[in-house]
């Protein structure tokens, strides 16, 4: 949204999921080019093939997984998700899901589980793995 002048609703509105995906991707492919940067995707840029190769190339991958119950309650009031301003967005989300977990475990460094785990527990995790990573 910074670098465009607009937010993501404004740009689906106008442009379509396919604009906003074509935008996700030169964003994500200058980002790429930039050294010790802490990047907070889109849930959607991991399905981009373009997308996974840079990330996975040029960064260390945290997917921080939930469940669909999780999501949903935890996107439940959000207005700024397109895709999720529908009759049933738990629907959405479950098919989302299925298309993006898989990816997201392709390139993910390491996978954590926010069900149960608390955000000392999380963050803890992540310099772990990173470090031993490093």
Same mark, same amino acid.
């Given at each position: 949204?910074?670098?465009? =002048? &607009?937010?993501?609703?404004?740009? *689906?509105?106008?442009?379509?999921?396919? !604009? *906003?995906?074509? $935008?996700?991707?030169?964003?994500? &492919?200058?980002?790429?080019?930039?050294?010790? %940067?802490?990047? &907070?995707? !889109?849930? =959607?840029?991991?399905?981009?093939? &373009?997308?996974?190769?840079?990330?996975?190339?040029? !960064?260390?991958?945290?997917? %921080?997984?939930?469940?669909?119950? #999780? %999501?949903?309650? $935890?996107?439940?009031?959000?207005?700024?998700?397109? @895709?999720?301003?529908?009759?049933?967005?738990?629907?959405?989300?479950?098919?989302? %899901?299925?298309? $993006?977990?898989? @990816?997201? #475990?392709?390139?993910?460094?390491?996978?954590?589980?926010?069900?149960?785990?608390?955000?000392?527990?999380?963050?803890?995790?992540?310099?772990?793995? *990173?470090?031993?990573?490093?």
């Amino acid at each position: 949204e910074e670098r465009t =002048g &607009a937010d993501i609703p404004w740009i *689906f509105d106008v442009e379509g999921e396919a !604009g *906003f995906r074509k $935008r996700e991707e030169a964003v994500c &492919a200058e980002l790429c080019n930039e050294h010790s %940067l802490v990047i &907070a995707t !889109g849930g =959607g840029i991991i399905v981009n093939e &373009a997308n996974r190769r840079r990330i996975r190339r040029n !960064g260390f991958v945290v997917y %921080l997984s939930a469940d669909v119950d #999780r %999501l949903v309650e $935890r996107t439940s009031k959000d207005t700024r998700r397109p @895709l999720l301003q529908t009759a049933n967005p738990r629907e959405v989300i479950e098919q989302l %899901l299925a298309v $993006r977990d898989p @990816l997201y #475990r392709e390139v993910a460094d390491v996978v954590i589980d926010t069900e149960s785990n608390s955000p000392k527990y999380i963050s803890e995790r992540i310099i772990e793995a *990173f470090n031993e990573r490093a």
